[in-house]
């Protein structure tokens, strides 16, 4: 099994639709996590961190389930703009910062 | 955040020679990461730069395909060396922006390497 596995998708979803990602991770001791955005031949950008709590930012919501082991981006209201790769990442516990990412979730927004 | 460049950007080599990627950094950071994105694939970690030690390798990745200098903490490189067309891939450079919580990852704009 994958240590971080994702639908690699492509979902594509009209303007103004609301659209989530799942991403699922295996080692239970993981302890922080995120969400990057990759465009097209660029490199991947901090999106959100994903806080136990859950966490919103604008149009975006990240959420964390422990006990099922998964990892969620909620996006509303979508825009054009948004059309990219979403990459979760999971970084493991203990000193050695190591940060695993997901093979990445692509979506395509259409007006 | 923190600001990160790379040289080359990209290049085309001839397979059995060697490129020596540069990474630069706008600030000081103690945790640098090479990485390895092949098309349509996720981001591999090769390796974790250390300042004034060696780099500590990922299952899969040897020094000596891979060797990597880290002389301070703004600047790092990677090799490939006795280069072959699977190591046709973007290079990533990576730091930690020390001190936050929680930790942030940033990445440098790549370096798009294909051997012929």
């Known amino acids: 099994r994958k240590e971080v596995e994702q639908d690699p998708g492509p979902f594509n979803v009209p303007e103004g639709a609301t659209v989530a990602f799942n991403c699922t991770y295996s080692?239970?001791?993981?302890?922080?996590f995120f969400w990057y955005r990759q465009d097209c031949r660029k490199e991947p950008k901090l999106l959100m961190s994903v806080y136990s709590s859950g966490n919103e930012d604008g149009r975006f919501t990240a959420q964390l389930n422990r006990a099922s082991q998964y990892i969620s981006l909620l996006i509303r209201d979508s825009k054009l703009s948004d059309s990219a790769t979403y990459l979760c990442?999971?970084?493991?516990?203990?000193?050695?910062?190591?940060?695993?990412f997901g093979t990445g979730t692509k979506l395509q927004v259409i007006p | 955040s923190a600001v990160i460049s790379q040289k080359p950007s990209r290049d085309i080599c001839q397979r059995g020679t060697s490129l020596t990627i540069q990474c630069q950094v706008d600030?000081?950071?103690?945790?640098m990461f090479w990485y390895r994105q092949q098309p349509g694939q996720s981001l591999t970690l090769i390796a974790t730069a250390n300042q004034g030690s060696e780099a500590t390798y990922e299952s899969g990745f040897v020094i000596d395909k891979f060797p990597i200098s880290r002389p301070n903490l703004t600047f790092s490189t990677l090799t490939v060396s006795n280069m072959s067309p699977e190591d046709s891939s973007i290079y990533l450079c990576?730091?930690?922006?020390?001190?936050?919580?929680?930790?942030?990852?940033?990445f440098g704009p790549g370096t798009r390497l294909t051997v012929t």
């Open positions: 600030s000081q950071v103690t945790m």
């Open positions: 080692n239970s001791a993981s302890q922080s």
């Open positions: 990576s730091v930690v922006v020390p001190d936050r919580d929680p930790y942030e990852q940033y």
């Open positions: 990442a999971v970084k493991s516990s203990g000193g050695y910062q190591k940060v695993t």
